[in-house]
């Protein structure tokens, strides 16, 4: 069994907007207040967190996370993996690196970064990282068995995990065909769904249904939201039977 924590599910910006004044920023509902996105994925021995936003300290502190084995990415967005320095106090308390898993491009964007973390020689203190490539193979942390799933995010290659009976996906547009059948038969699905306007880069609101309905999962949270979805009541009353969106500290067991 394993236990995932929603520790974030806004956009880039996170929500409330800077300087919004529209009913979601100003909302008193804390559902409508939304870190970046990032999940936590915990079994009985492993705890593994999905993207290290620039929100990640306060992720951690705010769900008690006190151990971590290993931090997967899903693309080199900074509002993905912005806070990857934060990872410091799990090295100190461990006395060892961070596992990291990542495709080519974002660790380049990795290295690019944090390049004080990949110095030959380097002061303490300093992030310790041992980088772990992910291309088309399965792949084991602890307990947990992630099977990467190529999605697009319009021209940039996005990686998506099923995850047992649960998959997670974010940051897309556009889902192949050969990966869609990695994804059925899921019996938890979490997918982007940005707002109900169109979108560059993004599912709609719509699209993301849409998507729903040809992979037939029975239960689907939609995640990574600007202040434009609406306010989570109203528009989660407005959805099917077995959607629903994501909120930051939800959990749920699969």
Same mark, same amino acid.
């Given at each position: @069994? ?11 910006? =996170? +929500? /409330? ?8 920023? !100003? ?10 996105? #990032?999940?936590?994925? #915990? #079994?009985?021995?492993?705890? +593994?967190?999905?993207?290290?936003? /620039?929100? &990640?300290?306060?992720? @951690? ?16 967005? *900074? ?8 990872? *410091? ?32 020689? %380097? ?22 068995? &992630? ?13 998506? $995990? ?23 038969? #899921? ?7 940005? *707002? *109900? ?18 992979? =037939? ?13 609406? !306010?989570? %009541?109203? +528009? ?5 039977? =077995? ?6 500290? @939800?959990? $749920?067991?699969?």
């Amino acid at each position: @069994m394993f236990d995932i924590t929603i520790l974030g599910s806004g956009t880039s910006t =996170g +929500v /409330p907007l800077i300087g919004c004044d529209c009913p979601v920023c !100003l909302s008193t509902d804390p559902k409508d207040n939304r870190l970046r996105t #990032s999940i936590k994925i #915990s #079994s009985a021995t492993t705890t +593994v967190v999905i993207d290290t936003t /620039p929100d &990640f300290r306060y992720q @951690m502190l705010r769900t008690n996370t006190t151990v971590l084995d290993a931090v997967v990415f899903t693309h080199p967005h *900074r509002d993905h993996y912005a806070g990857l320095d934060d990872i *410091r106090p799990f090295n100190f308390f461990s006395n060892k690196a961070m596992h990291i898993y990542a495709n080519e491009i974002t660790q380049v964007a990795i290295k690019r970064d944090f390049y004080y973390a990949f110095e030959p020689s %380097k002061d303490a203190g300093l992030p310790e990282m041992e980088l772990h490539t992910i291309d088309t193979a399965p792949f084991l942390i602890g307990d947990i068995p &992630f099977i990467p799933i190529h999605v697009m995010h319009r021209e940039l290659p996005v990686l998506g $995990f099923r995850i047992g009976d649960f998959t997670y996906i974010t940051d897309a547009n556009f889902i192949a065909p050969a990966e869609q059948e990695k994804i059925k038969g #899921s019996k938890i699905l979490i997918l982007n769904a940005l *707002r *109900r306007e169109p979108h560059p880069t993004h599912f709609t609101v719509d699209q993301a249904l849409n998507m729903v309905e040809l992979l =037939g999962v029975p239960q689907t949270y939609f995640t990574h939201f600007s202040h434009q979805i609406g !306010l989570h %009541k109203e +528009v989660e009353s407005q959805l099917p039977k =077995g959607v629903q969106l994501a909120y930051d500290g @939800m959990t $749920f067991s699969i």
